[in-house]
């Protein structure tokens, strides 16, 4: 069991940084920000966050079998991004609040 744990998270943690560093331009960084005014043309905040949040929920559906991607990754992602965004909390708070996440559906896997 503890081997499996290991497994996903450790998975879990490197799509996450491959999702939030390297496939994250610093378009989309800086403008998935509702605080962002944009160049005229350029897509509105929420286009940017929803997509840096689909990246997240469809990168490791494959490696971790957890359904409902929805639910399971793009909301509770685009819901964390935006309460740094807003600065509600910085960026070490975002950062832990994706690894809790990943520990929940680990549990949820491992259980399942």
């Given at each position: 069991m503890?081997?499996?744990?290991?497994h996903l998270l450790w998975?879990?943690?490197v799509g996450h940084a491959l999702a939030d560093f390297v496939l994250q331009s610093g378009a989309m960084a800086v403008g998935k920000?509702?605080?962002h005014v944009g160049a005229p043309?350029?897509?509105p905040w929420y286009y940017w966050l929803t997509s840096h949040a689909l990246i997240h929920g469809r990168r490791g559906r494959h490696r971790?079998?957890?359904g409902g991607t929805w639910r399971g990754r793009v909301r509770p992602h685009w819901l964390i991004d935006i309460g740094k965004c807003e600065?509600?909390?910085g960026f070490n708070t975002?950062?832990?609040f994706h690894l809790v996440c990943k520990l929940i559906w680990i549990m949820?896997?491992?259980?399942g």
């Open positions: 503890t081997h499996g744990f290991m998975w879990l943690i920000s509702p605080h043309g350029e897509p971790d079998r957890i600065h509600y909390y975002d950062q832990s949820i896997v491992l259980k």
